[in-house]
């Protein structure tokens, strides 16, 4: 009884471990304005996603919806996920920026200025997505990943935003995304050699959040991406969406 008890207890822990290999492709920067238009990579993989009958995420740099350009308007709302697509869409910032201040110090979005400054970024992104969509953001990734208490303040002013991928360590509103592996070796730059090294020393058995810059990659970039899926695929990892994965781990 006891060998049984220990088979049974051995089959569980498998399944549970297999159920929680989850990815979530983290894909930054669309524009979607007259001057800051979209770039084909974003295409290219969501016409990959389509044809594997998966799905990925895509963060928006909303200044761009300022001046909206009609035709990537049109291709974010038949892309999206709402709306029979494969893409969520989610929240990369209003505009974008670093700069150095007067003394000199290092500054980004969400990494320095005040908490009214950073909750109107988030606020304003928020409508003129919704304005211009039809849609609503419900995660959120800083730029440059650089966020501060500040920031965790602001994100009051957004209740609608309940997921944060690569938060600052003492986020606990929200649903939390962090990193365990990374598929670029430097921005826009994807290696499958690399990423399926580390893959194979780390081991990792829970959900991966994994960043690109699709809207930067070349052929050989793209290629590797799709073959770091494929292995994924093969070793028994889903593919969710943010949300997704929030709404199902939440029934745990």
């Known amino acids: 009884m006891r060998l049984l008890a220990l088979l049974s207890l051995l089959a ?28 084909p990579g974003f295409k290219r993989v969501a016409e990959w996603a389509k044809a594997e009958k998966t799905v990925v995420t895509m963060g928006v740099i909303c200044d761009s919806l300022a001046q909206p350009n009609a035709d990537d308007v049109a291709w974010i709302k038949a892309n999206a996920i709402e709306n029979g697509g494969v893409v969520e869409f989610w929240h990369h910032g209003w505009d974008h920026r670093s700069w150095a201040d007067a003394t000199g110090k290092a500054m980004a979005e969400f990494r320095g200025p005040d908490v009214a400054t950073q909750a109107k970024h988030l606020k304003d992104a928020c409508v003129i997505f919704k304005q211009t969509t039809g849609l609503t953001f419900h995660a959120f990734g800083a730029p440059f990943n650089q966020a ?10 957004v209740p609608e935003i309940t997921i944060w991928m690569y938060p600052p360590k003492n986020e606990t509103k929200r649903k939390v995304l962090g990193r365990t592996l990374n598929m670029e070796v430097a921005t826009g730059k994807v290696s499958f050699a690399k990423f399926a090294q580390d893959y194979a020393a780390k081991k990792p058995t829970t959900m991966m959040l994994l960043q690109g810059h699709c809207g930067m990659w070349n052929d050989d970039s793209f290629n590797d991406f799709v073959k770091i899926a494929a292995l994924l695929k093969q070793d028994g990892w889903t593919t969710l969406t943010a949300s997704q994965y929030a709404e199902k781990t939440a029934k745990k």
């Open 148 to 157: 501060d208490d500040a920031t965790i303040a602001a994100m009051d002013a």
């Open 12 to 39: 569980v822990t498998a399944l549970s471990a297999a159920e929680d290999k989850f990815v979530i492709w983290k894909l930054d920067d669309v524009k979607a304005g007259e001057k800051k238009r979209l770039a």
